[in-house]
């Protein structure tokens, strides 16, 4: 079992930036691909920014140029930088990750977890 705990989550006024970690513990062999989907009240939830284990990061259009993703690996913490925000970007923001663990039996499998969610306000 892998959990995902974030933080950083805010209210702030448009222009200004904050910035989200989510941090994962437990039974971890490695951790994949994470990413930073999020949740705007009324629309389809929409992937921001995804990171891999060598850092390649993707961004929806919505956010390049704007946030940035980054992870510790050492510290198995990823974070999304977010700049120049807008009230567009008031969001339940999750933290979402693909981790390596090894069964009971011996054998490694890929398994999906989710974050909590941290919600973001942007006042205008």
């Known amino acids: 079992q892998v959990q995902l705990v974030e933080s950083g989550g805010a209210l702030v006024q448009a222009g200004g930036s904050l910035r989200l970690a989510c941090a994962a513990s437990g039974n971890i062999v490695s951790i994949k691909t994470m990413g930073w989907p999020r949740q705007i009240p009324g629309k389809q939830r929409e992937l921001v920014a995804t990171?891999?284990?060598?850092?390649?990061?993707n961004y929806a259009d919505s956010a390049k140029g704007r946030f940035t993703v980054s992870r510790d690996n050492a510290k198995n913490t990823m974070y999304l930088q977010m700049n120049s925000l807008k009230p567009e970007d008031t969001a339940v923001y999750y933290c979402h990750a693909e981790a390596v663990t090894v069964s009971t039996s011996g054998y490694y499998y890929t398994a999906s977890f989710w974050g909590q969610g941290t919600q973001v306000t942007v006042s205008s």
């Open positions: 990171i891999t284990s060598e850092s390649n990061t």
